[in-house]
């Protein structure tokens, strides 16, 4: 759910989503919109990960292909894919 919020919120035309526990370095928001600027074909841009801890590296390649953080989706992709999928949660 959180994860969606701003995606219904926004009105911007790039989504992006940051987990509470993670950090953008200063360039990975202007890389991603110069990105999608320059090829409009693309629907979403994705940047590499740093890890603060240890990582196998297939498991940081795995996060780096399955994790949203590293993204940035236009908002005509994410609103034609309708969002993340409804999640049910312990408080509802």
Same mark, same amino acid.
């Given at each position: 759910?959180? +994860? /969606?919020? !701003? @995606? &219904? +919120? %926004?009105?911007?035309? #790039?989504?992006?989503? &940051?987990?509470?526990?993670? *950090?953008?370095? !200063? %360039? $990975?928001?202007? +890389? *991603?919109? %110069?990105?999608?600027? =320059?090829?409009?074909? &693309? @629907? ?5 990960? =740093?890890?603060?801890?240890? #990582?196998?590296? /297939?498991?940081?390649?795995? &996060? /780096? $292909?399955?994790?949203? *953080?590293? =993204? @940035? #989706?236009? +908002?005509? #992709? $994410?609103?034609?894919? @309708?969002?993340?999928?409804?999640? /049910?949660?312990?408080?509802?």
């Amino acid at each position: 759910w959180c +994860r /969606e919020v !701003p @995606g &219904l +919120r %926004a009105e911007e035309q #790039v989504i992006l989503y &940051l987990d509470a526990d993670d *950090i953008y370095y !200063p %360039a $990975h928001i202007s +890389r *991603i919109v %110069a990105e999608l600027d =320059a090829s409009p074909h &693309l @629907g979403y841009f994705k940047t590499r990960m =740093a890890f603060t801890i240890p #990582v196998h590296p /297939e498991w940081q390649v795995q &996060l /780096e $292909h399955l994790s949203p *953080i590293n =993204a @940035g #989706v236009r +908002r005509l #992709v $994410h609103d034609l894919v @309708g969002g993340f999928p409804p999640q /049910e949660h312990e408080d509802q």
